[in-house]
């Protein structure tokens, strides 16, 4: 029987949205095995539009639901929709959207709060025991998501993974190409563009995860 397998976008493009290359990857992996995925995303405005040619921050908005929807190819729904009952695991690519729009982590730092609609969503697969995977700057949000003692990576960057530990979670640091699973959580972490130099490198480890996560669904 095929998986059920929820992925959660922050809007489209590394610098305000979801990480492409690891969003498109987490998808390949994830048809390659035979998952049937949904895409979701929160319903609200990016905290600010970056140009991804010049680095430059642009006047105007845009929607993260809308921009998901570009990775997604449409096939996107509203993150108020996503119910653990009806999927057997949720993932989460990275890119700074996570931190700037499905929570508040790249301005808050330790004292960050998730975005309500997405903390909900993502609590309830917890609250099921049912496996999450979380990749790049996503395990920055453990603590937030699974409470005090969270084991998780984002690679090797020191002053991240402090951060990560004052919020409560157990930072274990990891290679490019290698995952940490918190076995009581059914968690799945790995590095991705946190440490990646190549699409190649973040692929080797998604790959990991992908599999890992799928494997835990069915235990």
Same mark, same amino acid.
């Given at each position: ?19 492409? +290359? ?8 994830? $048809? ?18 970056? $140009? +991804? ?22 096939? /996107? ?48 697969? /917890? ?49 490019? +190409? ?39 669904? +069915?235990?």
């Amino acid at each position: 029987m095929k998986k059920k397998v929820a992925v959660i976008l922050s809007g489209c493009g590394v610098y305000d949205g979801a990480e492409i +290359h690891e969003s498109v990857i987490t998808l390949l992996r994830l $048809d390659q095995r035979g998952a049937e995925v949904q895409c979701f995303a929160p319903d609200i405005a990016q905290l600010h539009v970056v $140009d +991804h040619y010049s680095g430059d921050e642009q006047d105007g908005t845009r929607n993260v639901l809308v921009e998901s929807a570009r990775i997604a190819r449409g096939q /996107v729904r509203d993150v108020r929709e996503l119910h653990a009952k009806d999927f057997d695991a949720l993932i989460m690519p990275g890119g700074f959207g996570v931190a700037k729009n499905l929570s508040d982590f790249a301005t808050s730092g330790a004292n960050c709060q998730v975005q309500a609609d997405v903390l909900s969503a993502v609590q309830g697969f /917890v609250q099921a025991s049912k496996p999450v995977g979380l990749m790049c700057i996503s395990p920055a949000l453990a603590a937030r998501f699974f409470g005090q003692g969270v084991l998780c990576t984002i690679g090797n960057d020191a002053d991240t993974a402090a951060t990560l530990t004052a919020m409560g979670a157990e930072h274990q640091e990891c290679d490019v +190409h290698d995952i940490v699973e918190d076995s009581r959580h059914k968690l799945v972490t790995t590095p991705a563009y946190m440490v990646a130099q190549s699409i190649s490198e973040a692929a080797s480890g998604i790959y990991k995860l992908v599999d890992r996560v799928l494997e835990l669904a +069915h235990v």
